[in-house]
């Protein structure tokens, strides 16, 4: 009996082991991290620059990672060219040497689709070259073969929402329900990026999305809006109605290891000082003040 028993225990913890590095797909390194999170621009919150004018920026605002989009142009001296999973070697490695540069550190790609199994392979080549933790979808129809590479690569996915589209019932990403079924019964590395901000135009209160696909986190577009249930410009974290530290208590809570991207869709041209007071928000952690607080100092 003592034998068998201690088989079993074996058994189960080899199990749990297996489990666990699973979910542990190329983490993110602590030292990047801020605040207990690894938060920095997506770079689309600076789309009317180049890429390695986004990665200035990233340092600017305090980050020390950032999540590219494909079809940025690549640099000033290279407008021609792009930030894409099809980039040439000679790019790659400018783009490698920027990111050293500035010390930030690539950590997602996305929103990406591929049209085939074919082009999501190149996509996760791209990914594992540079390193990232994960990648960004809403690509449903090719689940199959994002699951296959996921296995494959070790690399993550997380299925962004838009928001809701009244006159496209067909789209569904914008309920959080739909994407917690979606992914239910898939390779626990595939998830959700949790894009607040569409929430919120949705109709829907971010914390209580958070809680829907707990356990399923991969990564978050965190924003914060002035209302629930409508279009507007993103605030800087704190000032809005999205309850912003509810959702980063809420992250925490779950055991949250992604990364949160600071998608800022405001102040186009200048929006770097309000992206570092996104940071800043997250950095403070529980020493946060509220922004009332902060008025005149």
Known sequence: MKTSHRYFSLLAAGSMAVMCSLFAANPIPQEVKQGGFAIGPQAYSFNRFTAFEAIEKAEKAGATVIEFYPGQKLSPEAPDRKLHHTMNDADFKALQD???????????????????????????????????????????KNIDAIEKCVKEFDIKVGYHEHAKRPLDRS???????????????????????????????????????????????????????????????????????????????????????????????????????????????????????????????
């Open 98 to 140: 920027k990111l050293a540069q500035h010390k930030i550190k690539a950590v997602n790609y996305g929103v990406v689709g591929g049209k085939d199994e074919a082009e999501w392979r190149q996509i996760f080549e791209f990914a594992k070259k540079l390193g990232l933790y994960a990648i960004t979808t809403e690509d449903v």
């Open 171 to 297: 789209y569904q990403l914008w309920d959080p329900n739909y994407v917690r079924d979606l992914v239910k019964d898939r390779d626990p590395r595939i998830g959700a990026c949790a894009d607040t901000g569409h929430w919120a135009t949705s109709g829907l209160q971010p914390i209580e999305c958070l809680k829907i696909l707990k356990g399923r986190i991969i990564s978050s577009h965190l924003k914060d809006r002035k209302e629930i249930g409508k279009q507007g410009p993103d605030q800087i974290y704190g000032t809005g109605v999205s309850d912003v530290a509810g959702c980063l208590a809420e992250l925490k809570a779950q055991g949250f290891d992604g990364n949160i991207s600071v998608e800022y869709e405001n102040k186009w041209e200048d929006n770097v000082p309000d992206i570092k007071q996104c940071i800043d928000f997250v950095k403070a952690g529980e020493r946060r003040m509220r922004p009332s607080e902060t008025v005149g100092r």
